[in-house]
């Protein structure tokens, strides 16, 4: 399956926008797992819409 993250990234090429959700799990699971939506955010090569999930 790959890392979301690069998976993302690799579909996004060529795209005018990506728009990814953000589950906001906490500081201390993102560290130690890291945030998909972060890592596509600071390495796409078009602009991100980060949504945040309205279940938070």
């Known amino acids: ?3 979301p993250a690069s998976r993302l990234l690799a579909a996004a090429e060529g795209a ?3 728009v990814v959700r ?3 799990r906490g500081r201390i699971t993102g560290l130690l797992f890291g945030s998909v939506s ?3 955010s600071r390495n796409a090569p078009c602009p991100v819409a ?3 999930d ?3």
């Open 38 to 40: 972060r890592r596509v």
């Open 50 to 52: 980060v949504i945040a």
């Open 22 to 24: 953000s589950r906001h």
């Open 1 to 3: 399956m790959g890392r």
């Open 16 to 18: 005018e926008l990506l």
């Open 54 to 56: 309205p279940s938070d």
